[in-house]
């Protein structure tokens, strides 16, 4: 079977795509020590993010176990992570809780 998606950390909010992945599929992914099933809400283009569970608006969102930015809205799990749901923190802010810049 062909992954389609990749998790990088057990810790993640969000499932990177590794090819265009359609409205309505089911997609599986390895996170940590198990496997996790998501029904996606929407297309996501090859390379972007999905969730894997719902994310409330104003928190964290992890990737890399890192704080890769904050929902700017309730994120559905199997919505698209992207501009448009999202303020990224790519620039360099004190991150307190994870002891380093990221």
């Given amino acids: 079977m062909q992954r ?3 998790v990088m950390d057990p810790r993640d909010d ?3 795509a590794l ?3 359609r409205q309505g599929e089911t997609v599986r992914v390895t996170r940590g020590s198990g496997d ?3 029904e996606l809400l929407e297309e996501i283009p090859f390379g972007h993010k999905f969730a894997l569970g719902d994310i409330a608006a104003g ?3 992890l990737k890399y176990g890192l704080p890769i930015g904050k929902a700017l809205e309730a ?3 199997g919505a698209w992570v992207h501009v448009h749901n999202t303020r990224s923190d790519r ?3 004190r991150h307190e809780k994870y002891g380093i810049n990221a």
């Fill in 59 to 61: 928190e964290a969102i």
């Fill in 75 to 77: 994120i559905r799990a």
């Fill in 36 to 38: 996790l099933e998501v």
């Fill in 19 to 21: 090819t265009t992945l």
């Fill in 91 to 93: 620039f360099g802010h």
């Fill in 4 to 6: 389609k998606a990749i």
């Fill in 14 to 16: 969000v499932a990177t």
